[in-house]
């Protein structure tokens, strides 16, 4: 069992940035990062592998950034450039393998984090 705790969210303004945490309490393989905003489906952000491969949803290329600390098993997530459309609730996830758009191949997930971006 894996348990995954989300941190760093909060308010800021229109073209400011943010770096969102999430710690797990055991050794991980993948972990990704998704946001779901009021009223639409979860949405895939980005993914990294065990051994730093990444990958990311074309609508934050560029802007949203992820890496980890195998050490102190943890993932981040650099949001640069934010928009008000980017408000939702963050959530990590984490699993062996896999296929990193696919929500439901994901086995554990972190409670969320609120990012609340003001115009």
């Known amino acids: 069992q894996v348990q995954l705790v989300e941190s760093g969210g909060g308010l800021v303004q229109a073209g400011g940035s943010l770096r969102l945490s999430c710690a797990a309490s055991?050794?991980?393989?993948?972990m990704g990062w998704f946001r779901q905003a009021p009223g639409k489906e979860r949405e895939f952000l980005a993914a990294?592998?065990?051994?730093?491969?990444?990958y990311y949803a074309d609508s934050v290329r560029g802007r949203f950034f992820i890496s980890r600390n195998n050490a102190k098993s943890t993932v981040y997530l650099q949001m640069n450039s934010l928009k008000p459309d980017d408000t939702a609730v963050y959530s990590c996830a984490a699993d062996p393998n896999p296929t990193p758009t696919v929500i439901r191949d994901w086995s554990y997930w972190g409670q969320g984090t609120q990012v609340t971006v003001s115009s």
């Open positions: 055991g050794r991980t393989l993948s």
């Open positions: 990294i592998t065990w051994s730093s491969g990444t």
